[in-house]
């Protein structure tokens, strides 16, 4: 992998974060948002859990679009900036922003899930 690879992939889960923290309730403690990969596009989902530990998400009439939008091309630019660094392609992603902005990322490859 080449430093140029590393700064691509920074640079995504950079803008991955920026999206999801802009997205966060003010109540939430953590913010996740949840991709399935094709070729070209994701369907993405976002949740979040409150300090209280209720779960919330938006209803189907109130997605911010853009913001799946956003979601779904960064998370098809990071799969393949991984791939053109060397990685296994992988199909599904898990990204949860805690509040102070310590991060999880968890890929789902066809047949195995890694963290």
Same mark, same amino acid.
């Given at each position: 992998m080449t430093a140029a690879h590393d700064e691509r992939q920074r640079a995504l889960v950079e803008r991955i974060a920026a999206i999801l923290a802009a997205l966060m309730p003010e109540d *939430? @403690?953590?913010?996740?948002? =949840?991709?399935?990969? $094709?070729?070209?596009? #994701?369907?993405?989902?976002?949740?979040?859990?409150?300090?209280?530990?209720?779960?919330?998400?938006?209803?189907?009439?109130?997605?911010?679009?853009? *913001? @799946?939008?956003?979601?779904? =091309?960064?998370?098809? $630019?990071?799969?393949? #900036?991984?791939v053109a660094a060397g990685q296994e392609e992988w199909s599904g992603i898990a990204f949860t922003l805690e509040r102070d902005g310590r991060f999880d990322v968890e890929l789902r490859y066809a047949d195995r899930t890694a963290t």
């Open positions: *939430a @403690v953590r913010i996740r948002a =949840d991709g399935e990969l $094709a070729e070209s596009n #994701a369907g993405v989902a976002f949740d979040w859990v409150t300090d209280s530990g209720a779960v919330g998400a938006f209803p189907f009439d109130d997605q911010p679009f853009e *913001a @799946v939008i956003e979601m779904s =091309d960064a998370f098809v $630019a990071l799969r393949d #900036a991984t």
